[in-house]
């Protein structure tokens, strides 16, 4: 044992000789005892520090304690990690009733890039984005022709609607070789829906990523579906896919009224002006846009960049004009009064 170090018993000395043995050296002492229970430390003569021991926590304390955090850490985790535990399969339902694996997929449609189509009595015309991964890639093609008489515009995964629209291709040309007549529109969307409603309802398959917009022509007129990937399907009169689609549906929903009276050429405006609404500041040219049309007497094909970029141009022009005319408006009334000098008899104005 280290000889500055002295050991005192508490049960052979009372506290004042304590604390005068302590005083009196410059040694530092550890008290010990069960008589007085404290630890007495000091660094020099008359430098006496007094703590009380600490605390002994006991083992079940440390142990609920401990089951507590690591609850907290597992809960913690769970939230950042999981969603819930009802999205692990395409066939577990929710409590509330809800198919997440399916509503993810409709998020993923939500994600490409817009697509856009309107329909008259008498035409149909489907419009997407361009969309390129970079600068030195090519866009994919985002508008499929069906048959003559059917076209369809996608948005979510190129490569769900590259197979969806190779399926709609097969039954038209099925239908058109054993009848020997063109498919109705309605028909083929059906046929559709209930193929993508099989792979809400498997576990081994996911729902497809992709919203399809189907326009068509037959003998019931101009027809515009929306293709959900729950299986759903409407008919519209115009409507927008995709990524920022809200702004052109803003647009569409504003002039829909009169698109069942509109001419083909009116119709095609529409469009673009639809799919510039989704750029949201961004130039728009013929190169960031594609166009189709179909219609009676015409059968479906794409429209080219140089016809796209003369219609851009024309309402381009327009604006600017429109732009021009209402900022020389304001000046009209300053030249009726002149510059005051037409009539002497008119009082100057108090200041």
Request: aromatic share 8%; hydrophobic share 35%.
């Amino acid at each position: 044992m280290d000889p500055n170090f002295k050991l005192f018993d508490t049960c052979d000395l009372d506290t004042q000789g304590l604390i005068a043995a302590l005083n009196a050296t410059t040694d530092a002492f550890y008290v010990s005892g069960a008589g007085l229970g404290l630890r007495i430390e000091t660094a020099g003569c008359g430098g006496l520090t007094r703590k009380e021991p600490p605390e002994r926590e006991t083992t079940a304390g440390k142990r609920k304690a401990s089951d507590e955090e690591e609850e907290e850490e597992e809960e913690r985790l769970n939230k950042k990690m999981f969603r819930n535990q009802y999205d692990t399969d395409v066939t577990t339902w929710s409590p509330t009733g809800r198919l997440f694996q399916v509503e993810y997929a409709m998020e993923a449609v939500k994600q490409g890039s817009a697509a856009i189509g309107l329909r008259s009595r008498s035409h149909v015309v489907l419009a997407c984005v361009n969309k390129a991964q970079s600068e030195l890639s090519s866009h994919q093609k985002k508008i499929f022709k069906v048959d003559d008489h059917i076209g369809v515009a996608i948005a979510g995964l190129t490569a769900d609607g590259r197979v969806l629209s190779r399926y709609m291709r097969s039954e038209a040309i099925n239908h058109s070789f054993t009848y020997e007549s063109p498919l109705p529109v309605g028909r083929l969307v059906v046929h559709l829906a209930d193929k993508a409603q099989v792979c809400t309802q498997r576990s081994w398959k996911r729902p497809y990523g992709v919203g399809l917009l189907v326009g068509g022509l037959d003998e019931s007129g101009a027809h515009l579906y929306y293709n959900c990937p729950s299986g759903n399907y409407f008919e519209y009169q115009a409507f927008a896919i995709g990524s920022r689609s809200q702004a052109a549906k803003t647009y569409l929903e504003r002039r829909f009224e009169s698109f069942a009276d509109s001419s083909r050429e009116d119709l095609i405006k529409d469009a673009i002006l639809a799919v510039r609404e989704t750029l949201q500041g961004e130039t728009l040219k013929s190169s960031l846009c594609t166009v189709s049309v179909l219609g009676v007497g015409e059968p479906f094909h794409f429209l080219d960049q140089e016809t796209i970029q003369n219609v851009i141009d024309t309402f381009e022009k327009v604006a600017d004009e429109e732009e021009g005319e209402g900022e020389a408006e304001p000046a009209a009334p300053a030249e009726e009064g002149g510059d005051g000098t037409g009539d002497q008899d008119v009082a100057p104005m108090e200041t």
